[in-house]
């Protein structure tokens, strides 16, 4: 008897697990970073500023844990959990913060952790290189609210995001309550303010993709605003090339600062930033070669120069992809990577 009543249990939670789609993703990746003066690591112990090694190993582990079901209206309800392990982290192996959503006819509803608009805005990245997808000079120096692979912390966060997409045309709108409590506007987060964002991406002809978005009181900080527009053509089958503009505003941070209290960072103005960039494949159609310049007009200290730029190189291993860059930031700093990386 009681041999039946655990094996009629074990049906009835298969037969339910087979009603839902419970899917794990992710990737992996694993190589050496190189950075100029050990900015990778950096501490301050007494007053004096101690900086780590130039050179480490640096492995990331994500997985996504996805839980989907369809009513019979054809409406789709689903939710996600990430578990993230990053070299150097002290949040290893911790859940993340969830989010639910709904999708129905082109149109899909978040709550929770939600990606946000600018965030997802197709050509925001597009200069990143390498297996580690690194972009020191391309990349938003002002701050803004992104699917959060880590714990909160303090902050009772929440965020409301809508994605409508239809043939050719995606339309992305999101916004983010760091404090919907109210309880924390004397706690160390400050008086935050809550975070609206949009984008739109369309692409034309299959040759010409358009990007563009914004985010207001970017990452809560009041009257911060960051503003993107970005295009890119392939004029060929095989290469194509990039132009992105970014209004960084006036919070965020900057990839090479150091935390070195005898020279702190005076930020009068991030300044916009433009990126020319490209990349081109091989005829082999397995080596992708990736380039960009990009120029800051930011009035902030430690800028040593207003142009940075890059070069990497992918090589398709088929389900996995070795990648390498060698790239120099704004404070004329070096800094290369050589890794492996694979979805699953």
Known sequence: MKKALIASTALVLI???????????????????????????????????????????????????????????????????????????????????????????????????????????????????????????????????????????????????????????????????????????????????????????????ERLELSGGFALNGAGVDDHDVYFVGARYAVMENARIGLNWIDNGEAGSITGISSDPTNPLIVEDFGNTVTLYGDYTLADGLTNIEAYIANNSGDWTQKETDNAFGIGVNYDLGGARLGASLQRDYQERVTADMGVRFDF
Do not use: C, H
């Open 15 to 205: 037969a339910g697990a087979a009603a839902a789609d419970v899917t794990i993703s992710g990737y992996g990746r694993t190589g050496v970073i190189y950075y100029e003066d050990g900015l990778q690591n950096q501490v301050v112990e007494d007053g004096i500023l101690r900086s780590g090694n130039d050179t480490q190993i640096i492995s990331r582990l994500r997985m996504n844990i996805d839980a989907a079901t369809s009513t019979d209206q054809g409406v789709d309800f689903g939710a996600r959990f990430r578990m993230q392990w990053d070299q150097n982290s002290d949040n290893a192996g911790e859940l993340n913060a969830g989010k639910l959503y709904v999708t129905s006819s082109g149109l899909t509803v978040e709550i929770g952790n939600v990606d946000t608009a600018l965030d997802s805005a197709g050509l925001i990245y597009g200069s990143e290189l390498g297996s580690y997808d690194r972009s020191v000079g391309g990349n938003a120096l002002g701050a803004f609210y992104a699917y959060e692979s880590e714990a909160y912390g303090d902050e009772d966060r929440s965020g409301i995001a809508a994605t409508y997409a239809v043939d050719n045309l995606e339309v992305r709108f999101s916004y983010v309550d760091p404090d919907q409590t109210g309880l924390n506007e004397d706690s160390t987060i400050g008086d935050v303010k809550e975070e609206y964002s949009f984008s739109v991406d369309y692409t034309w002809n």
